[in-house]
């Protein structure tokens, strides 16, 4: 007579634990995509719309805002801040500031942190940190900043630079 034997059991497989950072990374490059196809859903979608009797020619420029935040951490708090001085008295690349009052973004940052120079230059950290994750080689903010074309690139980086500064409680 055949007597069959228990099958063993094999040992049960286990995720990678991915750390915090790595999560973090992989939600951000899913949200990137996310943005995409919305940003491209939005162009498709109006490209029929006229403005004012007559069809657009040109893509609209949408700018990226964050929204209020109650729970905003200083840091992120001041980076908003900043941001949102740029987009009023405009962009400034090749200075601190010119004769319109445009500012540049460490000046944003310095008039926005009120004379607080210690969190002006960790917000300063934060951003520069933000633009060399997704320009690698860059050495400076206003070295980076020199070489923009518009405002929209300066305005996304604060707002990485903030969520940033909120997803780590600075």
């Known amino acids: ?7 063993q059991a094999s040992p049960p497989t ?3 634990v991915l750390d915090f950072e790595a999560r973090l990374a992989l939600t951000l490059a899913e949200m990137d995509g996310r943005c995409r196809t919305a940003v491209l859903a939005v162009d498709i979608n109006s490209a029929h719309i006229a403005v004012d009797g007559q069809e ?6 949408l700018t990226p805002t964050l929204a209020p935040n109650p729970q905003a951490t200083p840091i992120a708090g001041l980076l908003q801040r900043a941001r949102q001085r740029i987009v009023t008295d405009g962009w400034c690349r090749d200075a601190i500031f010119d004769e319109q009052g445009a500012v540049c973004p460490i000046r944003a940052i310095r008039l926005e942190a009120s ?3 210690r969190l002006a230059d960790d917000a300063c950290v934060l951003l520069l940190e933000s633009i060399e994750h997704a320009f ?3 050495n400076t903010i206003p070295s980076w900043n020199a070489g923009q074309t518009s405002a929209q690139p300066v305005l996304l980086q604060f707002d990485q630079a903030a969520q940033l500064a909120h997803s780590r409680g600075l």
């Open 56 to 61: 657009l020619t040109a893509p609209l420029q």
């Open 14 to 16: 286990v995720a990678p």
């Open 115 to 117: 004379g607080n120079r």
């Open 136 to 138: 690698p080689g860059t």
């Open 1 to 7: 007579m055949t007597t069959l034997a228990p099958a």
